[in-house]
């Protein structure tokens, strides 16, 4: 059997799966997302869901909340990441300990977590009622709003606290295979320690940074199931959005959702793209 | 201009029982070019490393003429160290590499590239400026690796085995570089190799370190005619060693008396001699020519290794293939050990 043909037969399992579930459901949502639903007698493909969708208010301000959730939780989870990393590659006495604990949260659920944070900081949750108790505010509504608050904080949270042992794992791996002799050499040719960082060991990582900051950013843009726990109703993110039309008793709302789903792919993927071509820029050129 | 001075310099790793380095003291005169030799893990890196501040020393000191630099930062000792493996950063181009310790000066743009333009003639790349160290062969990212180093203008250069990646051809070339650079910007230098014969052919004097304490500092010549013990005289591939007692110029052996030179160590002790120094069937008249057996020959291309009985001694020698032609095991030749080349072991 040639090499190719192995190839080809090996990765025709995978292969399959990808192109049947991925491409078939794209080409479904795409095909009702453009009003082609003979079931309910829709035969005439045209763009009017688009047109809706465009044309509503609530999509803009959905969007610029869904970049901000996505934006900033991969931000913020990224460079508290590294500086995890960089603290966890250091030998010190109960390394394995912290390690452990840093790690932990990888296998609590999504969802387990936000009902956590639901319990913790909403203001009828722990930290009002102690705050209450010990006088710092009068009673429990007057807690700040972390949950169900128009700047998505406590989305962001819950996604800055899933996914920083994510990042943190995958730089740490990266910081270790690279070990430390690049930047003695930085050192001994003039570098500070900031500058040995700056100049040497983020370029160094940059890569492995990149992939699992963009397989962040991929997540919490189209992420459902946060936001719908921990968001306020209006404006909802995208994902909440498209599934509120999904689930609307008209199903002439349909064509509308499977369009915000097409545009949440698309959108996705070109601010990916972006964020790949800039901060590749900035960071190694 | 840096006369470097180390004093009892001591590395004991955390949870180590042994130290890694152990009381070492050294004086490497400026602009000299000195080795630091030894075996794997006899401390030789770890030295190199507390010198350029990548290291803390258990005790000891490091002082740079006179003074001590230990508790200055790397990045402020004037000391620049090339690795083995060179390094080179690798998502910078050729030039970017080069001009790193300049930009971490923070010096004008136009300067930097300028003087980089310098130091790729200098290290004879002139061209290769814009590629990725990927695409170089190791000879020229060694190459790059040294004006990276040498651009910063350091007060000592540290290397770690420099020839020791190169091949045959390029090691002598590699070598030729290194030293007419050092001389021309008199750069007190002090690389370290495990091989004996980079730290010849490179170094004006070599310390050889066994087992983390030095044994020897001298010039390279020195390791070869006057070794202090046999573990010195064995590393630089001495295999003659003979126990016996002397008195005056006379070494008394097993087999007889042998004429040494004056000023040798007195009474008993252990004589050697290098294998390339005896001589075959010389004049029978000359001082310490004797008859030896041989036990063996050993045909190594460019020389043949002969292993002679002398009496109850074993005696190696090396010769040219040509002269014991015709020779093999069991016949009788005449040698010669010439007074000069005689050592008694001072230790």
């Not at chain 1, 606290?161 to 690049?182: C, H, T």
């Not at chain 2, 470097?4 to 152990?22: F, H, R, W």
């Not at chain 2, 390791?223 to 064995?234: G, I, M």
Request: glycine share 8%; proline share 5%.
């Amino acid at each position: 059997m040639s090499d190719r043909l192995k190839i080809t037969l090996l990765l025709l399992p995978a292969m399959l799966i990808i192109v049947l579930l991925f491409f078939g459901g794209l080409a479904i949502g795409l095909m009702r997302s453009f009003n082609y639903m003979p079931v309910i007698g829709l035969t005439e493909p045209d763009l009017s869901a688009y047109f809706l969708v465009f044309t509503d208010r609530e999509f803009y301000l959905s969007f610029l909340l869904t970049f901000h959730i996505a934006f900033t939780s991969t931000v913020i989870s990224s460079i508290l990441a590294i500086g995890a990393a960089l603290l966890l590659r250091r030998n010190f006495v109960g390394r394995s300990i912290v390690n452990f604990l840093f790690q932990l949260n990888l296998t609590v659920p999504h969802l387990v977590g936000a009902i956590g944070m639901l319990y913790l900081f909403s203001q009828s949750g722990s930290f009002a009622r102690l705050a209450a108790e010990w006088n710092l505010i009068a009673k429990p509504s007057q807690f700040p709003a972390l949950v169900f608050d128009p700047y998505a904080i406590g989305i962001i949270l819950q996604y800055i606290w899933k996914e920083i042992p994510f990042i943190g794992v995958i730089v740490l791996a990266n910081m270790q295979s690279i070990g430390e002799d690049y930047e003695s050499v930085a050192r001994s040719l003039g570098a500070s320690r900031w500058q040995t960082f700056r100049h040497v060991l983020l370029p160094l990582i940059f890569p492995g940074v990149l992939s699992a900051s963009v397989m962040v950013f991929a997540f919490t843009f189209g992420a459902y199931e946060i936001p719908a726990l921990l968001g306020a109703n209006y404006p909802a993110a995208l994902p909440v959005l498209a599934y509120r039309k999904y689930t609307d008793v008209d199903l002439a709302a349909r064509p509308e959702a499977m369009a915000m789903a097409i545009i949440i792919a698309i959108l996705s993927a070109v601010m990916i793209y972006i964020y790949i071509r800039y901060s590749r820029r900035r960071i190694r050129g | 201009m840096t006369h470097v001075s180390i004093k009892e310099l001591t590395k004991v790793y955390p949870g180590a029982s042994e130290p890694s380095l152990d009381r070492l003291s050294l004086e490497i005169p400026t602009g000299e070019l000195t080795a630091l030799l030894g075996p794997s893990g006899c401390g030789k890196t770890t030295t190199m490393k507390m010198i350029a501040g990548l290291l803390d020393p258990t005790s000891g000191d490091v002082t740079f003429d006179g003074r001590s630099i230990l508790k200055d930062k790397p990045e402020n000792r004037g000391v620049v160290m090339v690795f083995q493996n060179y390094l080179l950063f690798p998502y910078m181009s050729v030039a970017d590499n080069i001009g790193f310790g300049l930009k971490m000066r923070k010096m004008d743009p136009a300067e930097i590239k300028r003087r980089v333009g310098e130091m790729l003639e200098l290290v004879k790349l002139p061209d290769l400026g814009k590629r990725k160290p990927s695409a170089l062969s190791g000879g020229q990212q060694q190459r790059v690796a040294l004006a990276r180093a040498l651009i910063v203008q350091p007060n000592v250069l540290l290397l770690d085995e420099p020839l020791s990646n190169l091949d045959a051809h390029l090691r002598f070339e590699m070598r030729d570089l290194i030293r007419s650079l050092q001389q021309e910007m008199g750069i007190t230098t002090i690389f370290v190799t495990h091989d004996q014969e980079e730290a010849v052919v490179l170094a004006d004097r070599v310390a050889l370190i066994l087992d983390g304490c030095m044994k020897q500092y001298d010039n390279a010549e020195a390791f070869y005619k006057r070794p202090v013990d046999e573990a010195t005289a064995r590393f630089f591939g001495g295999q003659n060693f003979m126990s016996g007692t002397t008195r005056g110029t006379v070494f008394e052996a097993s087999f007889g008396q042998l004429q040494l030179v004056e000023g040798l160590n007195q009474g008993s002790g252990v004589l050697t001699f290098r294998p390339e120094n005896v001589l075959l069937n010389g004049d029978p008249s000359a001082p310490n020519t004797l008859e030896a057996n041989i036990a063996d020959k050993i045909y190594l291309g460019t020389q043949t290794r002969l292993k002679l009985r002398i009496g109850q001694e074993n005696v190696d020698i090396i010769t040219n293939p040509s002269d014991v032609e015709g020779l093999s095991p069991g016949d009788l030749i005449r040698v010669t050990l010439p007074p000069q080349t005689l050592w008694m072991l001072t230790s």
